[in-house]
Nanobody, 120 residues
Framework: VQLQASGGGLVQAGESLRLSCAASRRIFSINVMGWYRQAPGNQRELVADITRGDITNYADSVKGRFTISRDNAKNTVYLQMNSLKPEDTAVYYC???????????????WGKGTLVTVSS
């Protein structure tokens, strides 16, 4: 299983971006899906995650500006980022807890990062 992330880029402060991340093949089920980010010199941190039942969780730094959503039929998670700030600059990674078969347990899968750069 591969997670394909897209949507990063260079924007100015106050602008918006939408990230997408899709699983590469049909799978049994996906539990929690989320977005993490890592800025230079910093540890990877949770930005937001969402359960299969659409319960969401956000880092305090992005509450009110970012919205996470998912399309279970497409095995895809999205991150709508509004009012971007220079401190949002980081490599963004998607993560999904995937169950590949009926008898298997959830396993964490990570996508390759996508760079978001916000200029002031």
């Amino acid at each position: 299983v591969q997670l394909q992330a897209s949507g990063g880029g260079l924007v100015q402060a106050g602008e918006s971006l939408r990230l997408s991340c899709a699983a590469s093949r049909r799978i049994f089920s996906i539990n929690v899906m989320g977005w993490y980010r890592q800025a230079p010199g910093n540890q990877r941190e949770l930005v937001a995650d969402i359960t299969r039942g659409d319960i969401t969780n956000y880092a305090d730094s992005v509450k009110g500006r970012f919205t996470i959503s998912r399309d279970n039929a497409k095995n895809t998670v999205y991150l709508q980022m509004n009012s971007l700030k220079p401190e949002d600059t980081a490599v963004y990674y998607c993560k999904a807890d995937i169950r590949t078969g009926f008898y298997n347990l959830d396993e964490p899968y990570w996508g390759k990062g996508t760079l978001v750069t916000v200029s002031s």
